[in-house]
């Protein structure tokens, strides 16, 4: 079946630094990825749309200069957290469709702790 | 906008016994897709079982089955025979299937413990 994997799985960073977090589709082309953010025992947020060779396109009340979004294969979406604070501390998950009707597949997320 | 409602914040059964987490929904389209997401302590998402709106039979996987009411707006999950694996928050999550960006919107999720 269809793997997207999400690297690194826990990251910990100091305040003020930026955190790259990558997803990938290993065996099939994602045109469109979908990142989401889990408070603990939470729902999923969806904070932006990741479209290939285009701008992301957010969520509203998500900072687009904050969380960087670059999707710039059908196989690599990345999320930069900028000048990181240690609100921004959580749970980061992507998701990929391999058509267009098809459920979504998940990264196994990224632990972001911001100290 | 569509929205979808787990209102059981958690629930627990016995070992061997079934258990049925409800989720209702608000649309206005009439073709669109449900699922069912399992999140075990791991956090990895994992899809349960999914419902196209047009298909009337209610979709089943082994000991997870769901009772679609399209009138009614209802999608619940029936786990029959519960195992101690099955203990994990549950997500039921409506598509409306608009191509490639279509987004999927989950509801608050349901924590279920399986006891031994």
């Known amino acids: 079946g269809a793997v997207v994997s999400q690297h690194p799985s826990r990251v910990i960073c100091k305040s003020g630094t930026s955190v790259k977090i990558e997803c990938r589709s290993l065996?099939?082309?994602?045109?469109?990825m979908f990142w989401y953010r889990q408070f603990p025992k939470k729902s999923l947020m969806l904070m932006a749309t990741s479209n290939e060779g285009s701008k992301a396109t957010y969520e509203q009340g998500v900072e687009k200069d904050k969380f960087l979004i670059n999707h710039a294969s059908l196989t690599l979406s990345t999320l930069t957290v900028t000048s990181a604070h240690p609100e921004d501390s959580s749970f980061y998950i992507c998701s990929a469709r391999d058509m267009g009707d098809s459920p979504l597949h998940f990264g196994n997320g990224t632990r972001l702790t911001v100290t | 906008a569509q929205t979808v409602t787990q209102s059981q914040p958690e629930m627990s059964v016995q070992e061997a016994e079934t258990v049925t987490l409800s989720c209702t929904y608000d649309t206005s389209e009439n073709n669109y897709y449900l699922f069912w997401y399992k999140q075990p302590p791991s956090r990895q998402m994992i899809l349960v079982i999914r419902q196209e709106a047009y298909k009337q039979q209610n979709a089943t996987e082994n000991r997870f089955s769901v009772n679609f009411q399209k009138a009614a707006k209802s999608f619940s999950l029936k786990i029959s025979d519960s195992q101690l694996g099955d203990t994990a928050m549950y997500f039921c999550a409506f598509m409306n299937p608009t191509g490639a960006n279509s987004k999927l919107t989950f509801g608050k999720g349901i924590t279920l413990s399986v006891r031994p």
């Open positions: 065996d099939f082309q994602a045109t469109t």
